[in-house]
């Protein structure tokens, strides 16, 4: 079983380029979440979904769009990257509301320099 | 809104040691709470989580947490750690009447031979 899974695993950027993370789910779940991490700062929330066509703002969204056209694909789309945005991206999915257990991808280190 | 407190950046230990990690909560409504490990280069995996009934849950791997109302913590223990446990460890709350779960800081545990 693949579950979540999330490309490229690792990227550089120049500032004020774009680019698109992927994050794909083989399980059927509603419930899509991308979050980052940072040292020392644990997982913040950037967007978060609940089904195809409904998408929504998390904590830390700004510099950052989504979309959601079907089930199994929630990608993630930077359009002017920043030196903030240097992170650990990780896509996360979940079968119920409560989200009681949440399956997470493997992660994209991405930089910008 | 909810948040978390992990008391503890880094615990280094002995092997066959026991370790406890420490969690603590706020929130203003009902929660479910969480714990999940992440091994280096890996996305995160659910150890344990409370939703309701007996406040000790046992999870994977030989953990156990302990939910406290009254000192709204979550403490997460082993009581005999291997080299294998080495990861860092997050605390994650969500309000029973909302979907999105916050993360802790992250405690990263070293075992030591």
């Known amino acids: 079983n693949a579950g979540v899974t999330q490309t490229p695993k690792f990227r550089i950027l120049k500032i004020g380029q774009s680019m698109t993370l992927q994050c794909a789910q083989d399980m059927n779940h509603n419930y899509m979440y991308w979050y980052r991490q940072d040292p020392g700062m644990g997982l913040k929330l950037i967007y978060y979904s609940v089904g195809a066509g409904i998408t929504d703002k998390g904590e830390v969204p700004n510099g950052y769009n989504v979309s959601r056209s079907t089930t199994e694909d929630f990608p993630l789309r930077l359009e002017l990257a920043a030196p903030s945005q240097t992170s650990v991206y990780f896509c996360?999915?979940?079968?119920?509301?409560?989200?009681?257990?949440?399956?997470f991808g493997s992660g994209t280190q991405l930089s910008v320099l | 809104a909810q948040s978390v407190t992990q008391l503890d950046s880094q615990v280094p230990v002995f092997e066959e040691a026991p370790v406890e990690l420490r969690c603590n909560y706020s929130s203003s409504v009902s929660v479910y709470l969480f714990w999940y490990v992440q091994y280096p280069n890996q996305g995160l995996q659910l150890l344990l989580k409370?939703?309701?009934?007996?406040?000790l849950v046992k999870g994977i791997n030989g953990f156990e947490a302990e939910f406290n109302k009254s000192q709204t913590s979550f403490h997460l223990r082993k009581p005999s750690v291997h080299i294998s446990d080495t990861a860092e460890y997050f605390c994650?709350?969500?309000?029973?009447?909302?979907?999105?779960?916050?993360f802790g800081a992250g405690t990263t545990v070293t075992v030591r031979a």
């Open positions: 409370y939703l309701s009934g007996s406040t």
């Open positions: 994650a709350v969500r309000s029973t009447n909302d979907y999105k779960l916050s």
């Open positions: 996360a999915s979940s079968y119920d509301r409560r989200g009681e257990k949440l399956f």
